[in-house]
């Protein structure tokens, strides 16, 4: 356990439906990151805040994609209108800060969409 | 852009081998992690280094930062290492490779 939750650990849906996922960094922990790995792969970037805002997004997140992070500690991500490709592990990382940073990982929201 | 390069993608060793898992990269970093992943998906972070060599129980990872490669090395390995090893490197992000899915039979 790295400190970092997620939920729901596993999502099936219907193609077409909203989902939403959550995660909880490390208390301290100043920066939240939001991955997406697909099956063989390595995980890929998706964005990432520093506190409340959010500093960065892929070119991978899709309009239908939005992710808050509304008081700076927790963060959501949406998906809107889901389709069939979004089927994939959400991975959530957060870290403190600094010149070299560790990123500690939650344990992934596993998202199927039938 | 940064590319990360792993090999082998898939490795099968007899219990007690010694072990070596490879990552090359394409531009300048500031720091390179390597990632256990289980199945289930939770990924551990097992080290972070930005020169030389650093060790950890059965676990030992280099860095040659001229030549733009790591190794992470598992000596004695056990059925429980079992996993998929990552590697990632720190540019103004991570950015991963594919993985190596290791099995290691007793």
């Known amino acids: 356990d790295t400190g970092v939750s997620q939920d729901p650990r596993h999502k099936i849906t219907k193609r077409g439906q909203n989902v939403t996922f959550r995660c909880d960094p490390i208390?301290?922990?100043?920066?939240l990151y939001w991955y997406r790995q697909t099956l063989g792969q390595g995980p890929e970037f998706l964005t990432y805040?520093?506190?409340?805002?959010?500093?960065?997004k892929s070119r991978l997140l899709s309009d239908r994609f939005s992710a808050e992070r509304p008081k700076g500690s927790f963060s959501t991500l949406e998906i809107q209108r889901t389709e069939q490709g979004d089927s994939a592990m959400y991975l959530c990382?957060?870290?403190?800060?600094?010149?070299?940073?560790?990123?500690?990982f939650g344990p992934g929201t596993r998202l199927l969409v039938l | 852009k940064n590319e990360v390069e792993q090999s082998p993608q898939n490795l099968t060793a007899q219990e007690g081998e010694f072990i070596t898992i490879n990552c090359s990269y394409s531009?300048?970093?500031?720091?390179l992690h390597w990632l256990q992943q289980h199945p289930g998906g939770g990924i551990v972070s097992l080290f972070m280094?930005?020169?030389g060599k650093k060790k950890h129980g059965r676990l030992i990872a280099t860095i040659n930062i001229q030549e733009k490669h790591s190794s992470l090395h598992i000596t004695a390995s056990h059925p429980r290492d079992s996993a998929v090893y990552i590697c990632?490197?720190?540019?103004?992000?991570?950015?991963f490779g594919a993985g190596t899915i290791l099995r290691v039979k007793s």
């Open positions: 990382a957060s870290s403190l800060s600094g010149t070299i940073e560790t990123q500690y």
């Open positions: 208390s301290e922990h100043n920066r």
């Open positions: 805040f520093q506190n409340e805002a959010q500093l960065e």
């Open positions: 531009v300048g970093i500031s720091a």
């Open positions: 280094l930005s020169s």
């Open positions: 990632a490197t720190w540019g103004d992000k991570l950015v």
